[in-house]
Every structure is written in C-alpha cells, then in structure tokens.
C-alpha cells in the first residue's frame, strides 16, 4: 500500500528552525517527483518546494532562502528544512507525490507546524 | 505569478448537478487538477490530466477544461460530496492552487 507519514511539526518560536519528515512505504522516493504543500488553519493549499532530484529542487517565492528540501534514499524519507520561521509559516504541512499531469495523486496525514512565541 | 479564481462557495440540492469553475488565464493550455477535502482531513485527488479519474473515485465526478476555465461537475450529488473542493494547474515549476470551493449539498 502506498503510504506518506508526516512527523516532526510542532510549536516553535518566531525565527526558530524544525525539520519535518515524510516517510514513505509502498514506493520509492527518489524514483518519484515529492513536494510539500502547506494549509494554514481555516486557509487554503500552498505549494511549497518540490524535489525532482538533489541537484533540483524548486521553492515558492514565500519560503526561498529559507526551507531547504531533501531526501534521504535509504530511509525512502523527504525532509523539509524550516529555517528563520515566521508566524505566517503556521499550517499543517503535507508531503505529496506527483503523478501524471503534474497532480498529487497521493498525499500523508499532515504536520502541524505553530509559530509563535 | 499565475492564478487561480475559484467561487468561494456553491450550492447545490441533493441528486442535482454541482459545477465547480476554477479560472486562469489559458488554463486549457495547461493541465487541471481537483481535489476534494473534508473538515480534518487530508485533500484528495479527484480529477487530473483535466478528464481523468482515479480508481476509486466515483463515476459522478468528471471534468473538463477548455479556453480560460477548468470545471469540476458532480453528477447525482450526494451528501458525502459535501466538502471543500481545489483546483490546480502546473507553471513552469510552480504549482498554483485556486483559494478553495466550499459545496454545500442541502
């Protein structure tokens, strides 16, 4: 069964760092275009960055400089990196695969991710 | 940067048809998604490639998208089809979501 499980969200201060997690079961990662796209509470979906490769990775202009994504192939695991996080960071954070058509076919359970002090 | 314009909110009465508009300028240059979400929960991919259905989706659920407008109908709507419904589009490297259709089936 393909399978995405988030982990690592939490409640952090403004300009503090997290690492989430996106374990993934019944496929391979690297084999796989992954993004993460976010849902701030009552809001609706954001792309966030999207990993074809190591060497290509794009972020949306809000989170630039700032997030960092990667993998990690033996652990079949997607990462995102939060760096320098601000209020408006806040929001449930989804690890999805894209299929066909450049759509997410298969999405995890979600993060929660709260910055404030 | 590219946008999406979804209605904020449709209704529509049990077993009639829904339709969901997203607009974009030449989305039907592009390819169109739709996901459905309900409360607490992660969304789910209804619609891709514009026409195509995932196994599992009901049959009631098609799209199309022509010119500058990408559509979501829901034939026979029930009650469980009550949900928040997206569209998305793909742009150079970008993916764009509209702001989200609340159905209310009443």
């Known amino acids: 069964e393909v399978q995405l499980v988030e982990s690592g969200g939490g409640l952090i201060q403004p300009g503090g760092s997290l690492r989430l997690s996106c374990a993934a079961s019944g496929f391979t990662v690297s084999n796989n275009y992954m993004s993460w796209v976010r849902q701030a509470p009552g809001k609706g979906l954001e792309w966030v960055s999207v990993m074809y490769s190591v060497v290509e990775t794009h972020y949306a202009d809000s989170v630039k400089g700032r997030f960092t994504i990667s993998r990690d192939n033996s652990e079949n695991t997607l990462y995102l990196q939060m760096n320098n996080l601000r209020a408006e960071d806040t929001a449930v954070y989804y690890c999805?695969?894209?299929?066909?058509?450049?759509?997410?076919?298969?999405w995890g359970q979600g993060t929660l991710v709260t910055v404030s002090s | 940067s590219y946008e999406l314009t979804q209605p904020p909110s449709v209704s529509v009465s049990p077993g009639q048809t829904a339709s969901i508009t997203c607009s974009g300028d030449?989305?039907?240059?592009?390819?169109a998604s739709w996901y459905q979400q309900k409360p607490g929960q992660s969304p789910v991919q209804v619609i891709y490639q514009d026409v195509k259905r995932p196994s599992g989706v009901p049959e009631r659920f098609s799209g199309s998208n022509s010119g500058n407008t990408a559509t979501l109908t829901i034939s026979a709507t029930q009650a469980m089809d009550e949900a928040d419904y997206y569209c998305q589009a793909w742009d150079s490297n970008f993916w764009v979501f509209g702001g989200g259709t609340k159905l209310t089936v009443l």
């Open positions: 999805a695969r894209e299929n066909d058509g450049h759509s997410f076919g298969t």
């Open positions: 030449k989305l039907g240059d592009k390819f």
